[in-house]
């Protein structure tokens, strides 16, 4: 017999070669019938693949990453026994999930497929899916391999084989297609009901220019029908929410190739909305006790060497700078934790110094490659709102709450609502893969588990996906339409310490080793703004929008009373403009709609006369009277103290 602990902490014991889907149908036939994988001691497999020893296990649904993520890896695969039928001759290369569905990437040979080819696909998937054949794993020869895709004439596969080591291949059968697969695959294709092709793009084999081009097409699957008209819904409004497109709308940021590919330029009314952003971060942490701190945009590569950070990145990092005087190797910045610890370890610290709190907006800098840059979300340059504590290991639990504080002050404000709390643990099957001792591990995660409980936290706990230096608390927040975003996140970190030699002297007078908590509650600015862009639509709260009030004179003859006005509003801390052009105000307000400026202010002749302004607020609010400049301020201010409460 064998022990099956489950997430809830109870324990089944089943023969051994008992497969989860098996546990399953014992739990529930309900359960069984939505069960697409299973996570077993961390790693992801068939649901039909038997247990043979003591593990832990999480049955993985629709509802989660991992079985969405198992389904689209199987749709590939039934995707493309729906092109080999249609399309006789076609060569498959490869075939992943990624975030929203998957991909296959397909060499057509002399058989042309367009945008005009997709319903077909999506049809011959359909019937396939109705099928209900089974996907079974069967574990191969590296010659019997290399026969059967010899045979088949597929040369893209042939070429994986030969870098696979013999003795860990695996070929997944459904239907009447046999694909090369590590897996993990669903139980059978009928849990598909929907399916849709996407898109199609270029792709070279492997990635290299110098391979053939190979044709990438884009698809997603579902459960149910209305849940990809759902999606389909979601991306036509993705594609307005475009903070590419929004952001060049608004003027808030620039990319030039001469610049450098990933590095934005921040134009004026983007500079003020990251600037607001800041500042607005910058008070909440100086009430929290944080200290501001600057750190070089360089950094030597010893540094990072000592961090762990050029053995874990140095590949994929920007290549070290080098200086005249011969051995000296820099590198751009990479991480801000190394310097912070530098700067804790500039001079002598006492518990009394404890908690020690530094946070700085830094600027980071990490190789991207060209096809993954993505405007503000995936770029090369960015600057994290990054803080790390230092404390002992009893501070520990009262440090993350405030952490926790200071984020949900940040969603509140910024009108995320829709939240859960990812509280990451280790792995109880694979100890090794971390450092640190198991009181202090013990006592991390029951104070992370323990302060999620008591503020109020919607949590799901991973097994598994703690830090190799300690567990993590993440924030997976949905913006307006749905999508899933991680923003903000709280790690307690026992390895730099150690490579650092970082020590206080504690009440007892020896020598201790603080507990480093790693926290960015925006992530990045750059990352935060595109998310918020999206999230918002561009109309960004009135706080922090760049221009809150547009002036619009009737006429160019009572332009000097707009300007008057806008000088007045700066007196009471509101920001406007003035719209001096001849344009007919009606023209004005149109425009003003479209470049989300919050109040617009129509000013005439009995405004003039009276000393009033006319003001009219976005989103199809309209008209709200005549007001004195002094009472719009105070309607204005009042709006923006609820909003900041």
């Known amino acids: 017999m064998i022990k099956i602990t489950l997430p809830d902490g109870s324990v089944r014991e089943v023969e051994s070669g008992t497969t989860a889907l098996q546990i399953a149908q014992s739990i529930s036939e309900g359960l069984a019938r939505n069960v697409l994988a299973a996570e077993v001691n961390g790693e992801i497999i068939d649901s039909f693949r038997p247990i043979t020893t003591d593990s832990t296990l999480k049955l993985l649904t629709w509802n989660d990453d ?22 006789p001759g076609v060569k498959l290369a490869i075939g992943p999930p990624i975030e929203n569905g998957f991909y296959y990437d397909v060499d057509f040979g002399t058989h042309s497929f367009a945008q005009e080819d997709f319903d077909k696909v999506e049809k011959k998937m359909l019937e396939l899916a109705r099928t209900k ?49 590590r897996g993990p695959h669903i139980p059978n294709t009928g849990f598909v009901k929907a399916a849709k092709l996407l898109n199609v793009a270029g792709a070279y084999w492997r990635g290299d220019e110098k391979n053939k081009m190979l044709t990438r097409v884009y698809a997603i699957t579902f459960p149910k029908q209305a ?134 907006f830094g600027t980071v800098y990490r190789f991207e490659q060209t096809g993954e840059l993505h405007g503000l979300t995936r770029v090369r340059g960015f600057t994290q709102d990054d803080a790390h504590i230092f404390c002992t290991v009893d501070q520990v639990k009262e440090e993350v709450g405030k952490v926790i504080d200071l ?52 949590t799901v706990v991973e097994l598994g996906e703690a830090a190799f230096y300690g ?47 790693h926290r960015a509650p925006f992530g990045s600015m750059e990352r935060f703004v595109a998310i918020l862009i999206e999230h918002c639509a561009g109309q960004f709260p009135l706080w922090l929008t760049p221009e809150q009030v547009r002036i619009l004179p009737v006429s160019e003859k009572y332009n000097d009373y707009a300007k008057k006005v806008s000088s007045e509003l700066e007196n009471y801390d509101i920001r406007a403009l003035v719209d001096e052009r001849n344009e007919k105000v009606g023209k004005k307000i149109r425009e003003a709609e479209l470049e989300k400026v919050p109040y617009m202010l129509i000013v005439g002749e009995d405004e003039q006369a009276a000393g009033t302004v006319s003001a009219r607020k976005r989103g199809g609010e309209g008209d709200l009277g005549k007001f004195s400049m002094a009472d719009f301020a105070e309607y204005v201010n009042n709006e923006i103290k609820q909003m900041l409460a």
């Open 66 to 87: 991992g079985g969405k993520s198992t389904m689209w890896h199987s749709s590939a695969h039934l995707m493309a026994e729906a092109l080999e039928a249609l399309y």
């Open 133 to 181: 054949s089974e996907f079974v794993r069967k574990e191969v020869s590296k010659a019997d391999a290399l026969s059967y895709f010899t045979e088949k004439g597929d040369p893209y596969k042939i070429e994986l084989i030969n870098d696979l080591e013999d003795g860990k291949i695996t070929f997944y059968t459904q239907g009447n297609f046999t694909d090369l697969c």
């Open 227 to 360: 849940e990809l008209d759902e999606y389909l819904k979601q991306v036509e409004e993705a594609k307005k929410r475009d903070h590419r497109k929004l952001g060049k709308e608004l003027g808030l940021f620039h990319f030039s190739q001469k610049v450098g590919s990933g590095l934005p330029l921040w134009l004026p009314k983007g500079t003020d909305l990251r600037m607001r952003l800041q500042n607005f971060l910058q008070v909440a942490q100086k009430k929290a006790g944080y200290l501001q701190v600057i750190t070089p945009h360089i950094g030597s590569k010893e540094l990072y060497e000592t961090s762990g950070h050029w053995a874990k990145y140095g590949a994929d990092s920007f290549r070290p700078i080098s200086t005249p005087q011969e051995g000296e190797l820099y590198m751009l910045k990479p991480m801000n934790c190394p310097h912070h610890c530098e700067i804790f370890k500039a001079a002598p610290r006492s518990y009394r110094d404890l908690p020690y709190r530094l946070a700085e």
């Open 407 to 458: 984020v949900l002050y940040i969603f509140k404000t910024l009108d995320f609502t829709d939240f859960l709390a990812q509280v990451s643990l280790r792995d109880p099957a694979n100890p090794s893969k971390y450092i640190g001792s198991d009181e202090n591990w013990d006592k991390a995660e029951i104070a992370i588990k323990e302060v999620a409980a008591e503020k109020g936290l919607k």
């Open 471 to 517: 567990p993590k608390l993440d924030f997976m927040v949905r913006d307006a339409i749905g999508r899933k975003w991680q923003l903000g996140t709280v790690q307690i970190d026992y390895n730099l310490p150690e490579r650092f030699e970082l020590e206080y002297t504690g009440a007892d007078n020896q020598k201790h080793r603080p507990v480093m908590i």
